[in-house]
């Protein structure tokens, strides 16, 4: 039976898990705890997030690590067949799959991704990333395109057409040439999965407000966070289209707000691991641009913390509050990393979730 998707349901705050499927999470650390992503994690987690209620997982792309101590997401899960894997497993919860548009042609992921639809019966959704890393793109002997966004614009057109045709269709595209063009089965979302784009330039907002149903972005400080949404938002409305906004946060979530601080210094200073973390700003500086320019010159923490999200550390009841004040920013939900998501997602979903539906953020 085709169930409504999760990002579709009642909550206003949408809450689901980012990265798991990738060394160290978003964490760039060496504690012992460290996320070591292996299949038996990933299954452990998911059925815990599922279980307890949160709306998605979602994958991060990554095809080379960042070297260092533990060559952090050197190991990493292929997308597609990871979520493929957790769809049988789970019942309820969203499957992302990630997506690097210049490294997968558009009707292997239609294919691929409405396998997922299918095996998920209707849980499915698309992250759409263009890429930022030339080392990473090295190792297909594919460059990294400056106009990546035009790219993905006829790469999506293509996964939707293949959804909707019922014959065989050309495309004369500057990316694509296809011929006599089919791709059977159509997911069973219509016309397409809940799709996001993960971004932060004009680019990258402009190919959301056109195409998707969110974008997946960052910000500095909440206080100033909703200027990214009204930006997107604006951006949509031009286009008479309603693109919400969702972002990325680290969670240490602890009884007292001592506990949680220290461990955040612990495992994002004391036993960060440092050259990696070097590595990782270093490259995210020079080819990307997923932040705001200062947060590389102020919060290497969070960059050691959950790849320059924002840490949401503390009580529950403190994170209670940071969420609420993140929703009342506008964003529509929040993907999360934790340093070991088996270990702290039980008490994240005994906590935090019937506090967040006493604040009215959340139905389950
Ligand atoms: C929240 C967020 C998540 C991202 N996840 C990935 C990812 O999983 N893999 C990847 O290669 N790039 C990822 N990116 C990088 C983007 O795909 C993009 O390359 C980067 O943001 C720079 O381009 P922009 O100017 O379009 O934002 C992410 C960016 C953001 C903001």
Known sequence: MVKQHPLKGPSKLKL????????????????????QARWEDNLNAVQIADRGGLDFFLPI?????????????????????????LASVTERIGLFMTVHVPLVHPLYAAKALATVDHISSGRAGLNIVCGWNPKEFGMFGVPLVEKGYDQADEWLEIVERAYVSDAPFDYD???????????RPASLQSPRPV?????????????????????????????????????????????????????????VCRESQQEAEDYYERYAVTLADHEAVDAHMAGKKEFSQSHDRESYDRYRKRFAGGAGGYPLIGTPERIVEDMVAISKQGYSGIAMSFVNYSYELPFFC???????????????
């Open 16 to 35: 689901g898990v980012f990265s798991a499927n990738a060394d160290g999470g978003l964490a760039i650390t060496d504690v012992p705890e460290r996320w």
């Open 195 to 251: 799709t996001m784009n993960a971004a932060f330039g004009g680019p990258g907002r402009d190919f959301a407000a056109r195409n998707c149903d969110y974008l997946f972005t960052t910000f500095t400080e909440i206080s100033e966070a909703g200027k990214h949404v009204e930006d997107i938002r604006g951006r949509a409305d031009k286009l008479g289209r309603d693109v919400g906004a969702y972002t990325v946060c680290h969670v």
């Open 350 to 364: 005994d906590r935090v979730l019937p506090l967040l539906r006493q604040a009215g953020l959340r139905i389950e």
């Open 61 to 85: 792309a990554r095809w080379k690590g960042f070297g260092g101590k533990n060559r952090v997401r050197e190991w990493s899960f292929e997308t597609f067949t990871w979520a493929a894997g």
């Open 173 to 183: 595209g500057t990316y694509y040439r296809l011929k006599d063009a089919v791709s």
